[in-house]
Nanobody, 117 residues
Framework: QVQLVESGGGLVQPGGSLRLSCAASGSQFVFYNMAWYRQAPGKQRELVATITPGRNTNYADSMKDRFTISRDNAKNTVYLRMNSLKPEDTAVYYC???????????WGQGTQVTVSS
């Protein structure tokens, strides 16, 4: 069982920045496809960004110019750098890991990001 623990969320003013972190347990992190999702109140969960073990990245169109996903395999951690935040970015942000060998997916508990003045 893989445990994912997100951190770094909080309250930020419009135009501000945050960096979210997601730390994974175990020794197989290097084989995981990692992703960030978000879910705003009353809305479906949506994909934000993905990163493969080889560090290929993909972003939702509305976020690709402001958000950056990265990973540090030595620390078993994936990051999401968010710049120029807008009130509509307010959501719970979730980390997801998919084992490339088993296709089993794991989710973190989420971290709240609130963008408000």
């Amino acid at each position: 069982q893989v445990q994912l623990v997100e951190s770094g969320g909080g309250l930020v003013q419009p135009g501000g920045s945050l960096r979210l972190s997601c730390a994974a347990s175990g020794s197989q992190f290097v084989f995981y496809n990692m992703a960030w999702y978000r879910q705003a109140p009353g809305k479906q969960r949506e994909l934000v960004a993905t990163i493969t073990p080889g560090r290929n990245t993909n972003y939702a169109d509305s976020m690709k110019d402001r958000f950056t996903i990265s990973r540090d395999n030595a620390k078993n951690t994936v990051y999401l750098r968010m710049n120029s935040l807008k009130p509509e970015d307010t959501a719970v942000y979730y980390c997801k890991a998919v084992d490339t060998w088993t296709s089993i997916a794991y989710w973190g508990q989420g971290t709240q990001v609130t963008v408000s003045s």
